[in-house]
């Protein structure tokens, strides 16, 4: 090997902690975050999460819509929406999605967000408590019970039993 490619190479590598020293990299990592979490904008969290939820409304009902109207479209000319084409299907459909964005109460924005993160929390935690009580009904199947599968319905209630308990915990914490 090349004694310049091994200064190069030996070089490159004292940088990570030439940064990490100096503190860089921690205020990179808090740049990216301020993005991630939209905190950059100085709003508060209310209006962050209204602002980007009217965003993801805008895009669902921008693709429905044109491709309803795309899909209503044909090429014979007896379909009913057979006289649009794509630029005019785009442009009905980036009319009607920003109206429905904009006039939509941030409220009711803000009311379903809770209703499906409320689904989503309870299919994440109680699809495992379910199928862990399933798991210790049906298995190891009819008559073949040893002292292994015993132990192993024992770890999976102590798994359910804290799983259950942390659940508790939490949700007592919070109310």
């Known amino acids: 090997m090349n004694t310049k490619w091994l200064v190069a190479v030996?070089?490159?590598l004292s940088l990570p902690f030439v940064a990490a020293e100096?503190?860089?990299?921690?205020?990179?990592?808090?740049?990216?975050l301020s993005i991630g979490n939209l905190s950059f904008l100085g709003l508060s969290d209310g209006s962050i999460v209204a602002a980007f939820v009217r965003i993801l409304i805008w895009l669902l009902l921008f693709t429905v819509f044109f491709a309803v109207i795309i899909g209503l479209g044909g090429k014979e000319g007896t379909a009913p929406m057979s006289f649009f084409n794509r630029g005019q299907a785009g442009l009905i459909a980036a009319i009607i999605a920003t109206i429905g964005a904009i006039f939509l109460p941030a409220q009711v924005l803000l009311a379903t967000g809770v209703g499906w993160a409320t689904a989503i929390a309870l299919l994440l935690i109680g699809g495992p408590v379910v199928g862990i009580g399933v798991?210790?009904?049906?298995?190891?199947?009819?008559?073949?019970?040893?002292?292994?599968?015993?132990?192993?319905k024992l770890v999976l209630c102590l798994l359910l039993f804290w799983i259950l308990t942390a659940m508790k915990f939490h949700v007592t914490r919070m109310m």
């Not at 798991?135 to 192993?152: A, C, F, N, W």
């Open 22 to 32: 100096s503190g860089i990299f921690s205020n990179i990592w808090y740049k990216v």
């Open 135 to 152: 798991l210790l009904m049906k298995y190891p199947g009819q008559g073949q019970e040893t002292k292994m599968t015993v132990l192993i």
């Open 10 to 12: 030996l070089s490159l």
